[in-house]
């Protein structure tokens, strides 16, 4: 069996071809800076009918959405209502789900006859009680206007979760895990019984960890004050929050990698900042789970930075932790999740 799999971003779309028997990836895109000044491609479209692949013997394309709001909690074939559903979840992610509606959209264009499947980033966490995903708000911004807590990058937690379930040759509905998912977007998942109970995304991927760019927590008056006393207007408010804030916004760049090679007191700031955030949240989510019978690392970050993993373990509430590094395949999940819906369809 062979299943492509797209993640269009605003302005990139990276492909993946994967033979399913092998698990092999047959071939790999990654385009750039699509409809940029001076780009190659214009458009989504432009850029799926450079890649050289014959859609007719692909068995079925799997999409990256990024919200699948309360209307999504498994993964699904795209038919028109679908795509419809979707598209009513833009006002959620103005940044992420239009361009996941553009690549299905162009997908089908090329591949009429193929299964176009959408895998959601926030189906992992619809397991989430109602106390982790209210916020403490007045009830009808989330009744009427469905203000709640979602959760991101659900695919990469429940594939780590699944090969941590392997590696401790234990089944996943019996384990509790904490999975940190720390790359230049980072979260962390608190998982009971194979479950997301809890994760530090929210409405949206800003809330939560120190990140690349992104604040994560910080007291909700400040951005009145932005706006207030400051006189920043909403746009100029989300640039500092999601694009100038976290590592960036400490110490000018925003890789950790080229961090961990400075001396100034400015880049071990932010490396203090993003570890001390790692550690409250893993502190509240043993409290949550009550036994924890590992940690898993994955992300950029968590999989390559040694000295990240170590000082976050420094803390002697995590001295006899189970630890686990695991690289995440978040295309791979998405083509199994094409996988289980073409079972279930033949
Ligand atoms: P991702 O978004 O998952 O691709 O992760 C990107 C982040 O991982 C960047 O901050 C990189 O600097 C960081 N990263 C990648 N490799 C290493 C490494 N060997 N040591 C430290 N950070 C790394």
């Known amino acids: 069996m062979r299943i492509a799999v797209i993640n269009a971003g605003s302005s990139s779309l990276k492909f993946k071809l994967f033979d399913m028997q092998t698990k092999k990836v047959l071939q790999e895109e990654l385009i750039e800076h699509i409809g940029e000044e001076g780009a190659r491609f214009f458009s989504h479209h432009d850029a799926l009918e450079s890649i050289d692949v014959d859609f007719s013997s692909i068995d079925a394309i799997g999409h990256r959405v990024v919200h699948g709001g309360e209307i999504f909690k498994e993964s699904v074939i795209v038919d028109g209502e679908v795509l419809f559903a979707i598209e009513s979840l833009n006002p959620l992610a103005p940044l992420h789900n239009p361009a996941n509606v553009e690549g299905i959209r162009v997908a089908q264009s090329k591949a009429p006859k193929t299964v176009q499947v959408a895998v959601f980033d926030t189906t992992f966490h619809t397991s989430m009680p109602k106390e982790a995903y209210i916020y403490a708000l007045p009830h009808e911004l989330y009744e009427e206007h469905k203000i709640r807590r979602y959760g991101f990058h659900g695919t990469s937690h429940s594939y780590v979760s699944k090969e941590a379930a392997k590696k401790l040759g234990q089944s996943l509905d019996s384990l509790n895990l904490i999975t940190l998912h720390l790359g230049n977007g980072a979260s962390v998942c608190a998982i009971e019984n194979g479950k997301s109970i809890d994760t530090s995304m929210g409405f949206t991927p800003l809330e939560g960890l120190v990140m690349?760019?992104?604040?994560?927590?910080?007291?909700?008056?400040?951005?009145?004050?932005?706006?207030?006393?400051?006189?920043?207007?909403?746009?100029?408010?989300?640039?500092?929050?999601?694009?100038?804030?976290?590592?960036?916004?400490?110490?000018?760049?925003?890789?950790?990698?080229?961090?961990?090679?400075?001396?100034?007191?400015?880049?071990?700031?932010?490396?203090?900042?993003?570890?001390?955030?790692?550690?409250?949240?893993?502190?509240?989510?043993?409290?949550?789970?009550?036994?924890?019978?590992?940690?898993?690392?994955?992300?950029?970050?968590?999989?390559?930075?040694?000295?990240?993993?170590?000082?976050?373990?420094?803390?002697?509430?995590?001295?006899?932790?189970?630890?686990?590094?695991?690289?995440?395949?978040?295309?791979?999940?998405?083509?199994?999740?094409?996988?289980?819906?073409?079972?279930?369809?033949?």
């Not at 400040?222 to 706006?227: D, F, G």
């Not at 006189?231 to 100038?244: F, Y």
């Not at 890789?255 to 400075?262: A, G, N």
């Open 212 to 346: 690349g760019s992104r604040c994560g927590d910080i007291d909700p008056a400040i951005v009145l004050y932005m706006q207030r006393e400051m006189g920043l207007s909403v746009d100029e408010v989300d640039r500092v929050l999601n694009k100038k804030s976290g590592l960036l916004g400490i110490c000018d760049i925003n890789d950790v990698r080229t961090i961990l090679e400075r001396e100034d007191e400015s880049a071990k700031l932010a490396i203090k900042m993003l570890v001390r955030r790692v550690q409250k949240y893993i502190g509240a989510y043993m409290a949550l789970l009550g036994r924890v019978d590992a940690l898993v690392f994955t992300g950029g970050i968590g999989e390559n930075s040694e000295y990240i993993r170590e000082s976050i373990l420094e803390s002697p509430l995590f001295r006899d932790m189970e630890v686990l590094v695991i690289k995440t395949d978040e295309e791979l999940e998405i083509a199994n999740e094409c996988v289980k819906l073409l079972k279930n369809e033949g």
